[in-house]
């Protein structure tokens, strides 16, 4: 049931956001003009379990990882614990490309405490114990979310006061638990309003507390672990346009008032002929740079018509190319995390119904497409 809620905001976005500010079709993202920038890169680098075992951990040469390591960047992909268990090629091209993961579903409230109370580390600590082996960061998503919510939370409104518990308790338990493993937390996902002002309110925190939940959780975070980063984390508002001024002006705010928020994610699920531009991409992550915050890029893929021909994979190869440039090129973006890396195991052709597919940089064969070739350019 969740999955169709969220299937279909997701399309309703797909169709408003040409509206709102996207691009249609044609070559959008500009040549690139600057060279990339990678000062301050290392700043929220947080020593985790990957640099506690480096002694015997290997990281892989020959892939982006290396070329990406040489320009100070994180390299990150969404992780599949299914896909790790059942394919053995799965981890090793993981573990040559990517220096970087991030849990795509085991980090989740349905998964972390699918029975209230009891937590479950046991497939998001299997990737953690991956990402210690092979050197890899870990970044992780979400404490707080609308979706993804477990059957006793879904559609409650609870007392205000168990609310808070509920929120403080999770926070803590699952923070401590990968406390020093994890250097940045998207604390809270897409809670923005997305058909009018304000928040999101028909999720059981916002209901049930009101819209200062958002404050309660990043100071409960920061008190959990004062190490790392958190991040709010959000979709549909890459470029410029009205959501992305609206998320501005409501960050600005919180840190005005002291909530500790240090990174905006965004996460940039595009369509080859539907997508900001560079242009308004820099833009967009150049105000919020100034505003001190890191930027991410948390969920790449650039989505194809199912039937995708030879000048659609062209143009994905652009696009993936000039957000790497974009990413680089900015004052302080210095992670780009793909959902995935084969179209073998994306979340595309389910969420859109099957009319997109191969939005990922390699093939469901594990053939590199040319958008892989394109971010070795870059990275180069
Ligand atoms: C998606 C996963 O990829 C799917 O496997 C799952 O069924 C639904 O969630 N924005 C987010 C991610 O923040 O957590 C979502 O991940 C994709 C959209």
Known sequence: MKW??????RRGFLKASGAAGLALAGPCFL????????GGRERFFHPNLADDDASDSRPETGGLRSLAAGKGLLIGSAFSNDAFQNDPLYGEVLAREFNCLVAENTMKLDV?????????????????AFAGRKGMKVRAIPLVWHDALPDWAQDKTFPRQEALDILRGHIFTVMGHFQGRVFAWDVLNEALNDKGPGLREEDPWHRSIGPEYVDRIYHWAHE???RAALFYNEFGMEGMSEKADRCY?????????GVPIHGLGLQFHIQVDKHPTRADVTRNIKRFNDLGLTV????????LPKKADAADFRKQA????EVFETALAAKNCPAIVLWGFTDRYSWVPGISNGTYDQALIFDRDYRAKPAYEAIASVLR
Do not use: C, N
């Not at 972390?112 to 953690?128: H, K, L, S, T, Y």
């Not at 002006?249 to 008032?257: D, F, H, S, T, V």
């Not at 652009?318 to 190319?321: A, D, E, K, S």
């Open 318 to 321: 652009v696009i993936y190319r």
């Open 4 to 9: 169709r809620e969220q299937k279909f905001s």
């Open 249 to 257: 002006e409501w960050i600005k705010g919180l840190r005005a008032r």
């Open 31 to 38: 040549p690139s003009s600057s060279g990339p920038a990678v």
């Open 112 to 128: 972390i405490q699918r029975v209230r109370g009891r937590f479950d580390f046991g497939p998001a600590d299997e990737m953690m």
């Open 296 to 303: 991410h890029i948390t969920e790449l893929d650039v989505w």
């Open 224 to 226: 959990a672990d004062p």
